[in-house]
């Protein structure tokens, strides 16, 4: 699978490389025949030199980040999955440093943590004599976003189907939490299945909703709308379904939509009165503009919230704004904007990340040297952030009319 992507002038415009490949031959004869007729010819070869030569470089790059996946079927030594982890992700931003594509940094991302979600599963069943009933791992924030990278801190949950011991279910989320952490991989600790709020049968959780439901207790409601983003890492794709529509009853509802909507407009854009970026004052990122506080977490909390308004069951920013754009819940333009608004906040993201030391939180790494950045980059970092505050209003005008 071709992952560079490339960026033309409209909504529905990021396409794989070989669409890329053919749209800069077409232009490539255009500007030819204007100029330098004479030379179509010539400058057709040199293209088709340097697109196979892109070309051939991105499956090479992609297909030893395959082969990293492919190993995890098959892995069982600690060692062995901490060199893995470690592997890919520096193949992985190396992939990102020559071709600037973070959508394919998340798909491969998205395609290996799955692996070895499979693979921390198989490996904690064989720690377990008793029998499993049928059940899904599930990991929320950027990650259930499909956006995760190496710094991102994973939030997990664990539901099954039917009746188990306690003590049973108890021993797996140990297991599971355990080969996770013997892997590399950087949890949020208090959102796993060690602690009883985030493990469950599809029963126990339907209970949880209707009790956050009806207490209306604000804690709960923002504990639980950690779901609103969630992905399946691995287990049953049956129980994970059923475990979604759960979710998408509940989390429709008014009382935990108007819970993320609040918290949403609370959040600043980054853009102060006078038009100014709100840069840190003091501390250690003095000077620092914060990509996490004024750009990913209200960007995020909008979209989840309209999305949750409309019922949009779907999965990743640029894949909520396309389905909110087909049922006519957001226009084409502001769609379009926040989409690039999304690119602008990624490529400054995994450009810090490139490096970050490993073992660093994204929390302290994700501080924009504002000051270093040309015009046009200001430029469109000011752009972008405004159309979070565009969306931001769009949302307190939705939610509004929203019965």
Aim: hydrophobic fraction near 45%; charged fraction near 25%.
């Amino acid at each position: 699978m071709a992952l560079l992507l490339a960026k033309g002038e409209d909504f529905a415009s990021w396409r794989g490389v070989e669409e890329f490949a053919v749209s800069y031959r077409e232009a490539a004869v255009r500007l030819a025949s204007r100029r330098h007729p004479e030379g179509i010819a010539q400058l057709l070869e040199l293209t088709e030199d340097l697109l196979s030569v892109v070309e051939r470089e991105n499956n090479s790059m992609s297909e030893g980040l395959e082969r990293l996946t492919k190993e995890l079927s098959s892995a069982g030594e600690q060692s062995q999955l901490r060199t893995l982890l470690a592997d890919f992700y520096d193949r992985a931003y190396r992939h990102f440093g020559r071709f600037g594509s973070p959508i394919a940094m998340f798909s491969m991302t998205e395609t290996f943590l799955s692996a070895l979600g499979d693979c921390c599963l198989r490996l904690a069943r064989q720690q377990i004599d008793a029998p499993l009933p049928p059940l899904a791992l599930l990991v929320m924030g950027p990650a259930g976003r499909r956006e995760a990278t190496r710094f991102c801190r994973v939030q997990l949950a664990l539901v099954w189907d039917g009746e188990a011991p306690e003590a049973l279910m108890v021993q797996l989320g140990e297991e599971l939490v355990a080969w996770l952490r013997v892997c590399g991989v950087s949890l949020e600790e208090t959102i796993t299945p060690l602690n009883p709020d985030w493990r469950g049968s599809l029963d126990q959780w339907q209970t949880r909703f209707e009790a956050a439901a009806a207490k209306k207790d604000q804690r709960v409601l923002i504990e639980l709308l950690r779901l609103a983003d969630r992905t399946a890492l691995a287990g049953d794709s049956a129980v994970a379904d059923s475990f979604g529509n759960l979710c998408q009853q509940y989390l429709g509802q008014r009382d935990f939509i108007a819970n993320l909507v609040e918290r949403c407009l609370l959040l600043s854009n980054g853009v102060g009165m006078m038009g100014s970026l709100k840069l840190e004052k003091s501390g250690p990122h003095r000077g620092g503009f914060s990509l996490l506080d004024h750009a990913f977490l209200p960007l995020a909390a909008a979209v989840a919230a309209l999305s949750l308004m409309h019922g949009v069951n779907l999965v990743g920013t640029p894949e909520r704004l396309r389905g909110l754009v087909r049922i006519s819940k957001l226009d084409v333009d502001l769609a379009e904007r926040t989409l690039h608004a999304w690119y602008c906040f990624s490529e400054h993201r995994l450009v810090l990340e490139q490096t970050a030391m490993p073992g660093l939180d994204c929390r302290d790494i994700l501080y924009l040297p504002t000051a270093a950045l040309g015009a046009a980059e200001s430029e469109r970092l000011r752009l972008s952030l405004e159309t979070v505050g565009d969306l931001q209003r769009y949302l307190q005008v939705s939610f509004g009319a929203y019965r």
